[in-house]
């Protein structure tokens, strides 16, 4: 329970950034897709894909801190699901239609210290960057 209780704790920040998903215990590549990050926190993010993940999941999280070359993989449990969005989107090449994007909630399970570490740091500061304060 001392998840959720960091859960509810943590500081979430909107923040765009590309990451990656990969079900636990799959080595199919079609079980790789890329996803981008709506909001992301110490304890978890909320992610957007056009592909289906079912909800208790375990994944493979991984993405770059941004203008950093500092990189995260984390594994986490799909504890939210909301299901496809008709927002409109972009036809493909090969005249498929566009797929629904899904949005999940993942909660990090195995977030290294250095990692929390390293995420803290570059939250911090993008809080300061986007609220206008400077560094003293």
């Given at each position: 329970?001392?998840n ?38 110490t ?8 592909f ?16 950093t ?51 803290e ?7 300061k ?8």
């Amino acid at each position: 329970m001392g998840n959720l209780k960091e859960l509810a704790r943590a500081d979430r920040f909107e923040l765009q950034i590309l990451g990656k998903l990969k079900l636990e215990g799959s080595s199919a590549p079609a079980e790789l897709c890329l996803c981008n990050t709506v909001n992301i926190s110490t304890s978890g993010a909320l992610v957007e894909t056009g592909f289906v993940v079912p909800k208790g999941s375990l994944v493979k999280y991984a993405f770059t801190l941004p203008g950093t070359d500092r990189s995260v993989e984390i594994t986490g449990e799909i504890t939210r699901v909301e299901s496809g969005t008709d927002a409109p989107r972009r036809i493909r090449p090969t005249g498929e239609a566009p797929r629904k994007l899904h949005r999940y909630g993942i909660m990090f399970l195995d977030l290294t210290d250095s990692d929390r570490e390293a995420m803290e740091e570059f939250l911090t500061f993008y809080k300061k960057r986007s609220t206008g304060q400077q560094r003293t």
